[in-house]
DNA sequence: CAGTATCCAACGCGATACTG
DNA sequence: CAGTATCGCGTTGGATACTG
C-alpha cells in the first residue's frame, strides 16, 4: 500500500514534471491506465474523429466488451475529462457519447499506437512464432 | 472462450486489415495488451532512444515493479521483437536489454502518449476533482 | 546478478438478474 | 434503452524463498 499518500491529487500533480512516469507515485500512471485499459483505448478510437455513438452502438462496435465494462469504462473516461455523455430525457432512454477536445487529442495518439501495430501485425507475429520455435528447438 | 478459434496466427493475422482493433478477434489486441499492460509501456519508455540497461537497473528506474513482472514482460516484449535481450557468460551473470527497431517505433508511440498525459496532467486531474464535487452535490 | 518457483491476495471482468 | 447490483471465477501480480 505505498499508494496511500496523504496528498490529494491537485498538489501531486504539481509536484511532477514531464518524464515523470516511472516514478512509482506520478499520477500521470492512474491516467495512463484508463486509457490504455483493456476497453479504454477502444472506445477512444471508436469515438475519435467527431464520432458520436449510443451506448448500445458502442456495446456493438467494440466487440466482445460486457455492459458492465462498457459503463464502467465510459464513466472513467468522463471523469478524466475526455467523454462527454449527453442523456436526452426521453421515454425510452436516450444517451449519446462523444469526446471532448482533451478527448480527441488523447485518441489520435491510442489510434496512431493502434493503427502502427496493425500495420506491423504480420511481423510482429512472424517474430512471436520464431521465439516459440527456437524455445522447441 | 471465444478466443477459441481453430486458426494459426498467421492465418489469423492474414485476415485482419487496419481498422479492425474493435473486431473481437483481432490479434492486434494481444499485441497492444503487451504494449499497453501495466509495465510494458514503462519498459518501451525506459529503454526508448537506444538505452540499454541491465535487469537490475531496469527495477530501478521502473519503480514499483516486481522482479517476476519486470522478467515477465521483458520476456513477452522479446517474443514480440521489441526487445534485444543480450547475455554475457560471465560470473555474475550479466544481461542487458535494448530495443529492436520495431520497438523503438513502438516506443516512439507510447512515450508520445506518456508525454501528452504528463502535459496535460493537471487539466485532467482538476476534470476529476469537479466530477467527484459534482457527485457530492 | 539475474533470474525461477510457489503461494496467496486482490482485482478484473463476465454472466445474470433487476430497475427507471 | 441504458444502465445498476450482485455473484463468482480466472487472471494479475506482489512477497518470499530458492538457484545457477
Redesign the interface.
Same mark, same amino acid.
Given at each position: 500500500m #505505498?499508494e496511500k499518500v496523504n496528498l490529494t491529487?491537485?498538489s501531486?500533480?504539481?509536484r511532477?514534471? %514531464?518524464?515523470?512516469?516511472?516514478?512509482?507515485e506520478?499520477?500521470?500512471r492512474d491516467?495512463?491506465?484508463h486509457?490504455?485499459s %483493456?476497453w479504454g483505448?477502444?472506445v477512444l478510437?471508436?469515438l475519435h474523429e467527431g464520432e458520436t455513438f449510443r451506448f448500445s452502438e458502442l456495446r456493438r462496435?467494440? #466487440? &466482445?466488451v460486457s455492459e458492465k465494462m462498457l459503463a464502467q469504462t465510459l464513466q472513467a473516461l468522463? #471523469?478524466? &475529462?475526455f467523454v462527454i455523455r449527453t442523456s436526452y430525457p426521453v421515454v425510452p432512454p436516450h444517451v449519446e457519447y462523444s469526446l471532448t477536445k482533451?478527448g480527441s487529442?488523447?485518441a489520435v495518439?491510442?489510434a &496512431?499506437?493502434?493503427?502502427?501495430?496493425? &500495420? /506491423?501485425?504480420?511481423?510482429?507475429?512472424? /517474430? %512471436? /512464432?520464431k521465439?516459440?520455435l527456437t524455445k522447441a528447438s
Open positions: #505505498q491529487k491537485t501531486l500533480s504539481e511532477f514534471t %514531464r518524464g515523470d512516469v516511472l516514478s512509482s506520478c499520477p500521470a491516467v495512463l491506465k486509457i490504455t %483493456r483505448g477502444l478510437i471508436a462496435i467494440i #466487440q &466482445g468522463e #471523469q478524466d &475529462g482533451l487529442e488523447a495518439h491510442v &496512431g499506437l493502434a493503427d502502427w501495430v496493425e &500495420g /506491423n501485425l504480420t511481423e510482429i507475429l512472424s /517474430n %512471436r /512464432n521465439a516459440v
